[in-house]
């Protein structure tokens, strides 16, 4: 069964950076799309974007479009969030979700596992 841990959150000023990472083990990584959400205080989790089995990259929060990026490496089981020009709207837990097989479309409402989460906290 995959299991996700999550990594590489913290407190950084608006304008900062940050870059979360997704260690997936227990499955064979190849076969899986992942994707990344994140839940702020008092508000329901949402979709922040999706590397497909064939390394396709698709951004589905129109907020942080050009300040986040997705990515995966094969090599080292890992998924990324790189995170540039944060603001204090991006503070909240974000999580690494996967799904077998699927693509980034299914995962966006269906993901099969779940990371358990790291903080990130934007000061302004």
């Known amino acids: 069964q995959l299991q996700l841990v999550e990594s590489g959150g913290g407190s950084v000023h608006a304008g900062g950076s940050l870059r979360l990472s997704c260690s997936a083990s227990?499955?064979?990584?190849?076969?899986?799309?992942f994707g990344w959400f994140r839940q702020a205080p008092g508000k329901e989790r949402e979709g922040i974007s999706c590397v497909s089995i064939s390394n396709k990259s698709t951004d589905w929060l129109d907020s942080v479009k050009g300040r986040f990026t997705i990515s995966r490496d094969k090599g080292k089981n890992t998924v990324y969030l790189q995170m540039n020009d944060l603001k204090p709207e991006d503070t909240g837990i974000y999580y690494c979700?996967?799904?077998?097989?699927?693509?980034?479309?299914?995962?966006?409402?269906?993901?099969?596992?779940w990371g358990q989460g790291t903080q990130v906290t934007v000061s302004s």
């Open positions: 979700a996967a799904d077998y097989g699927k693509p980034c479309w299914h995962l966006q409402t269906n993901p099969g596992s």
């Open positions: 227990g499955a064979t990584f190849d076969y899986y799309a």
